[in-house]
């Protein structure tokens, strides 16, 4: 196994994790929001771009959440 396919795995484990705990803490969703970000790296890095691209909408998706969540009045 390469280091990129390393990479990968770590950060969709990491997003799956910060996912199943995003009700406990907006920390959650602000940590699911980087794994997303690493993993839309993965993506452009292996040559995936679609896989990419999608990455990165889920984490301005989860950026705003966590927004939302951490900010509410």
Not at 16 to 37: C, H, K, M
Request: proline share 3%; no cysteine.
């Amino acid at each position: 196994m390469d280091a990129l396919t390393i990479f990968g795995a770590v950060a969709v484990s990491a997003m799956l994790v910060t996912y199943a705990l995003e009700d406990r803490s907006p920390r959650y969703v602000l940590a699911f929001a980087v794994a997303s970000l690493a993993s839309s790296g993965y993506g452009f890095l292996q040559g995936a771009w679609p896989f990419g691209v999608v990455e990165l909408v889920w984490s301005a998706v989860a950026l705003v959440r966590w927004r939302r969540r951490a900010f509410k009045a």
